[in-house]
């Protein structure tokens, strides 16, 4: 009886140690789809938040979605037309930020067609279809808006003037400045140059075809 206890005994542990064994090989098996075993997995995962739900952050309660700090931009983000700024001073501190290439042109001058050509026409002469309908034809742009800077034309197409209207629905942030590339190639000018701020040119132009326009009717 007592040989025959021994033997199971040591049946039984040896049993158990080969478990162990296999235990431990199978947990060394190269198996890059297991997400393996985590020891106290509280230290590095933090509790999801829902939306628009409130939470409880060192005794303060606050809302899971909240707004960004003022002034701050978003990395990748490319701010449009900042608030508070007018159509004068976004002629003296609005300055392109996309780098010129001549594909970027090339885009710009595809969004002209798509977008512009309709009123200012293909060479922006205002001599387009629509434009010439229209109680005053667009300025040319290498007649009186020659001088025009990028920051008032990317104004412009943002929250659009006169009879204008804003295209910002239509055309996002870095469209816009492409197609402002194609416009001062229409003004004669060599896009991606830094241009100088004549002044008061806009004013006097927009002078001069009022005063164009008042002859001719």
Request: charged share 20%; hydrophobic share 35%; proline share 8%.
């Amino acid at each position: 009886m007592n040989v025959t206890k021994i033997i199971n005994l040591k049946t039984l542990k040896a049993s158990a140690i080969a478990g162990v064994l296999a235990l431990s090989l199978a947990s060394c098996e190269n198996a890059p789809n297991s997400p393996g075993y985590e020891y106290m997995p509280d230290m590095y995962r933090s509790p999801a938040l829902k939306y628009y739900n409130e939470h409880t952050l060192n005794g303060d309660t606050l809302m899971s979605a909240m707004k960004p700090v003022a002034g701050t931009i978003a990395r990748g983000y490319m701010p449009g037309v900042p608030v508070g700024m007018d159509y004068e001073k976004a002629g003296m501190y609005l300055h392109n930020p996309i780098p010129y290439s001549d594909a970027v042109l090339k885009e710009g001058e595809a969004i002209y067609g798509k977008f512009c050509v309709h009123c200012h026409g293909d060479a922006g002469k205002g001599d387009g279809k629509v434009g010439l309908k229209l109680p005053g034809a667009p300025p040319a742009y290498d007649g009186p808006l020659k001088d025009l800077p990028e920051g008032k034309m990317f104004y412009t197409i943002t929250n659009g003037k006169g009879l204008m209207g804003s295209h910002a629905s239509q055309l996002n942030v870095e469209e816009r400045w492409k197609v402002v590339y194609y416009v001062q190639k229409l003004q004669g000018k060599t896009p991606g140059q830094p241009q100088a701020i004549p002044a008061d040119s806009t004013k006097t132009a927009e002078v001069k075809n009022v005063k164009d326009k008042t002859k001719k009717s």
